[in-house]
């Protein structure tokens, strides 16, 4: 049984993966790979006092009733459970690092600060390309990272594959292993990051 924590960012809305994770197809194939416990940080950007993505994550609950085709039991607000996975889902954490270590795989957005929270805390690490956002440098960040076999990197189109289930079966069974990151490895990846950030 493993525990995945999916992280979408705290500032900007990422929609096009809340939009795939709240698919009744998703989480199914999570639970033919035997996870047990998922962790959803969907976002929590403000807007006119308004919790955009608190909003958008609702809506898609209730318009791909999903607690009702999953035959989930709502324990609290954000929590739910059947009889093979708990969901528990939230906009945002200062302690965002307790869920990391409890985590056996993380899908994280490409922020950088996200990326380096998980790999400092040697965790399987899945980095989500969010192409929608203007001077967007989190391809090529979390493309250097993939080379150096830190993480894998997905195109959010590729989400919907069965060769990225297989891939998040084979992280979770330690068929596919990434190099551990080392504290001095960050001095690498900072000259990495400025160089992206400057082009």
């Known amino acids: 049984m493993f525990t995945i924590?999916?992280?979408t960012g705290a500032t900007i809305t990422f929609k096009l993966l809340i939009d795939i994770i709240t698919d009744v197809d998703f989480i199914e194939n999570l639970i033919k790979?035997?996870?047990s416990k998922l962790y959803i940080q969907y976002g929590n950007e403000i807007n006119n006092g308004k919790n955009k993505s608190k909003q958008y994550f609702d809506n898609l609950i209730e318009s791909k009733q999903l607690v009702k085709i999953l035959q989930l039991n709502q324990i609290e607000n954000y929590h739910y459970l059947n009889s093979k996975i708990e969901i528990i889902a939230f906009p945002f954490s200062s302690n965002i690092n307790s869920y990391i270590k409890e985590s056996d795989l993380i899908i994280s957005h490409g922020g950088t600060g996200s990326i380096l929270d998980c790999?400092?805390?040697q965790k399987k690490l899945i980095v989500v390309i969010n192409d929608q956002l203007m001077d967007n440098h989190q391809y090529e960040i979390a493309n250097e990272f993939e080379i150096l076999q830190y993480c894998k990197k997905y195109e959010i189109i590729q989400l919907k594959t069965k060769e990225f289930f297989e891939d998040m079966d084979k992280l979770l069974n330690d068929k596919i292993k990434?190099?551990?990151?080392?504290?001095?490895?960050?001095?690498?990846?900072?000259?990495i990051i400025?160089?992206?950030l400057g082009k």
């Not at 990434?178 to 000259?191: A, C, N, P, R, W």
């Open 5 to 7: 924590l999916i992280t």
């Open 33 to 35: 790979l035997q996870v």
């Open 119 to 121: 790999l400092k805390l």
């Open 178 to 191: 990434y190099k551990q990151f080392h504290e001095s490895d960050g001095v690498i990846l900072k000259s």
């Open 194 to 196: 400025l160089e992206e």
